[in-house]
């Protein structure tokens, strides 16, 4: 089965930057490879609804919520089956569990991706 582990979360001061990390196995398993998956990122703050954050898709295509356009990048390293998300200039209001998530094919803005970390925490003071 898909497994996806996330790292790299901490707690950092206003303005600051972090890389997240999420390696991902056993694509062997499911229908195509790696490179055929759309990755994304989510996070969730506590008491509110899952956002998205930003996308990852197999053609090369990345799309990013407007809250986090021009601070944040994500990137893939098929080679390595791990996503990235480069985090700057962040604010209190990125405090959050932050998700990687994989579904083949077409990418989403929404929560129907098959597969999910356990998520890394980002904390985010001042």
């Known amino acids: 089965q898909v497994q996806l582990v996330e790292s790299g979360g901490e707690s950092v001061q206003t303005g600051g930057s972090l890389r997240l990390s999420c390696a991902a196995s056993?694509?062997?398993?499911?229908?195509?490879?790696?490179?055929?998956?759309?990755m994304a990122w989510f996070r969730q703050a506590p008491g509110k609804r899952r956002e998205w954050v930003a996308y990852?898709?197999?053609?090369?295509?990345?799309n990013y919520a407007d809250s986090v356009k021009g601070r944040f990048t994500i990137s893939r390293d098929d080679a390595k089956n791990t996503l990235y998300l480069q985090m700057s200039s962040l604010k209190p209001e990125d405090t959050a569990m932050y998700y990687c998530?994989?579904?083949?094919?077409?990418?989403?803005?929404?929560?129907?991706?098959?597969?999910w970390g356990q998520g890394t925490q980002v904390t985010v003071s001042s």
């Open positions: 998530a994989a579904k083949r094919w077409g990418c989403s803005d929404q929560t129907d991706y098959n597969f």
């Open positions: 056993g694509f062997a398993y499911v229908p195509g490879s790696y490179s055929t998956f759309c």
């Open positions: 990852s898709g197999s053609g090369g295509t990345t």
